[in-house]
């Protein structure tokens, strides 16, 4: 399906596939973004329709590719952008993630993705007339769009991350522990398409510079917004990773204080019983010539000896404040 914008006249929404962008290139006036979804438009189609608009090959190749990193690319008056946009928002810093190729002209914007663009959706329903004048900067808010969608995954977690450390220092558990472990996780991942993309907006802003670009038109407090709002995101999510990470350390820290704590009431108790253990082996032979034996307080004697091993051992413990 594709889906096609004008900034002349009245913006409208056109449904009609390749004819709607066969009157834009005649008629030559005002500019036009085309947004294609490949599930239901073939690939041949798409190619063709690129090469009309004069995409370079490497670029197209790069589009239809499963899998890419986003990044950006500056052609002959045409800037390329590849941007992992959103399917779904699960909640829980979970997404359903796509990619987004970008193909931005003079006077044209050609936005591609497999299934629904929650970026797209979102700018549909605000005030997008205004930037089809300037593609580029079109471009930048769909790529703004879908980071509002990240940032209030972030914030919601702010929230979660404070009662989580609150449970974790009141009465952590492993059931606990395993919960941040899952979300340090997920923050990792974001953190590095967050990282692609300020790596793309900062490549932008340079290319703001460039002779080319300067053609196709740019808005540079768009651009300078959305820089800012990637590095919003990075700095937020490399703060929340370090966050779960210091948690999951103070957790494990406590739990193998506790631990020592545990095992060094075991070693005196142990350390206590040893000598006496020791006295009642040799006591308990079963030898004919044991002197003591016959003596009328023996066994008084031996008990006594045996208090007085352990409560020494109790006294020095207590005082060099191992118990």
Known sequence: MIRTWLSKDNPSVNHSHEQAVAHWFEQAEGSIWIDIDLRSFSQAKTEQLLKRFGCHPLAIIDTFRPRHPPKIELFDEQVFMLYRGIENCLGELKFDHMQLAMFVGKNYLITLHNGPSQGIENLLQQHFHKYLQQPLSLASRIMHSASNLYLNQLL??????????????????????????????????????????????????????????AEIGID?????????????????????????????????????????????????ITAIFVPLSFLAGIYGMNFEVMPELNHPNGYFILLSCMLLIAVSLISIFKWKRWF
């Open 156 to 213: 919601e977690f702010e929230d979660q991350l404070s009662e989580l450390e609150e449970q974790l220092s009141s009465h952590g558990d492993d059931q606990l522990l395993g919960t941040i472990t899952r979300y340090k996780t997920d923050i990792l991942r974001l953190n590095r398409i967050f990282n692609y993309h300020l790596s793309l907006s900062k490549k932008l802003l340079q290319l703001e510079q460039e002779q080319n670009i």
């Open 220 to 268: 540079q407090p768009v651009l300078q917004d959305l820089h800012e709002r990637f590095e919003r995101l990075y700095s937020l999510s490399s703060m929340y990773y370090e966050i779960c990470g210091d948690l999951v350390n103070g957790y494990l820290s406590i739990s193998s204080h506790k631990l020592n704590n545990t095992m060094r009431v075991l070693t005196l």
